[in-house]
């Protein structure tokens, strides 16, 4: 099996972080991490990774334009010969050059249940709405914040008496269940049955003309004039 190779963006403790990176220690996982690296040279996350082993890069954003600051992660990220980005707790707003560079390769951890709550102080805002649940959500990064397609979700609930810290610590446990499992499905989406209907799907019916039927359960995609 050929690895995904992830390059983890941080800022800070590194939590989510370190859920990837143990996951990656079980053989049978698709992924492997080839970089850590992030925007703040004392982020806690940095000297977990060092003493795993992990190559790590840090750069101040201080100073920097955001475009001249995401084009010095880009260097570090293709000189690690990473595949994929995970962002993981990485506060940073990134420009669209970098967003365009990783289109369809650059996944988000964010805790709430997209589409609600994007940007910050999520569980404040699920509490103050009386909501019944807090949750997390793992989606592709597009130019608009917190905004790609949602690939796994895990909704929490919110307990009598719950702050917006409680619930973040109960939401911070369903993120690190969250995130190595779907990146692991996201990366290695091409042998999945489900995935390869899509594509044929998506290409069979861009044809003048084409439909799709059901035959002993299996989808079959033709023309009107004959399904093949
Ligand atoms: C996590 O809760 C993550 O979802 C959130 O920051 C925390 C980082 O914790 N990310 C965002 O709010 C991004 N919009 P960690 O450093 O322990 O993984």
Known sequence: MTKA???????GTGSNMAALL???????????????????????GLKLAEAEDIPTFAHPHKGLTREAHDEIMHDAIIAAKADHVALAGYMRILSPEFVGKWEGRMLNI?????????????????????????????????AELDDGPVLGQ???????GDTAETLASRVLIAEHQLYPRTLANYVSRASSPEYLVAQVRERALAMPEADEVTSNGRPWFGTIQGHT
Do not use: F, M, W
Not at 24 to 41: G, I
Not at 154 to 160: E, G, H, K, R, T
């Open 154 to 160: 895990s909704p929490v609930a919110v307990l009598p």
């Open 5 to 11: 190779k992830i390059a983890i963006l941080i800022s």
């Open 110 to 142: 964010h805790p709430s249940l997209l589409p609600k709550y994007k940007g910050l102080h999520t569980h404040q805002r699920a509490l103050e709405a009386g909501d019944s649940q807090g949750g997390c959500s793992v989606h592709l990064v597009t």
């Open 22 to 44: 143990y996951a990656a220690k079980h053989p049978d996982c698709p992924y492997e991490v080839a970089l850590v690296a992030s925007n703040n040279p004392d982020a806690p």
